[in-house]
Nanobody, 119 residues
Framework: QVQLVESGGGLVQPGGSLRLSCAAS????????MGWYRQAPGRERELVAE???????NYADSVKGRFTISNDNAKNTVYLQMNSLKTEDTAVYYC?????????????WGQGTQVTVSS
């Protein structure tokens, strides 16, 4: 099993910044992808950003230019730097890790961390 522990959420004013972290532990192996998803009340969970162990990244259009995903493979940790936050970024943010082995993919989720953007 893999455990994902998220941190860094909180309350911030519009235009502010937050940095989320997600540390993975347990049965860790590569190759893997890690990413951040978010879910606002009444809405479906959506991809925010993802990064492969090789470093390639993918972002939702709504966060391009404002959010940056990065990873530290030695620490099995992924980060999400969120700048120029907007009220519509308010959501529970979930970390996801996908590990690949023998043509199968194993998905793991964190417990979520609340991000609230409000004045």
């Amino acid at each position: 099993q893999v455990q994902l522990v998220e941190s860094g959420g909180g309350l911030v004013q519009p235009g502010g910044s937050l940095r989320l972290s997600c540390a993975a532990s347990g049965s860790i192996f590569s190759p893997n992808d890690m990413g951040w998803y978010r879910q606002a009340p009444g809405r479906e969970r959506e991809l925010v950003a993802e990064i492969a162990s090789g470093g390639s990244t993918n972002y939702a259009d709504s966060v391009k230019g404002r959010f940056t995903i990065s990873n530290d493979n030695a620490k099995n940790t992924v980060y999400l730097q969120m700048n120029s936050l907007k009220t519509e970024d308010t959501a529970v943010y979930y970390c996801k890790r996908s590990q690949h082995r023998n043509k199968r993919v194993y998905h793991y989720w964190g417990q979520g961390t609340q991000v609230t953007v409000s004045s």
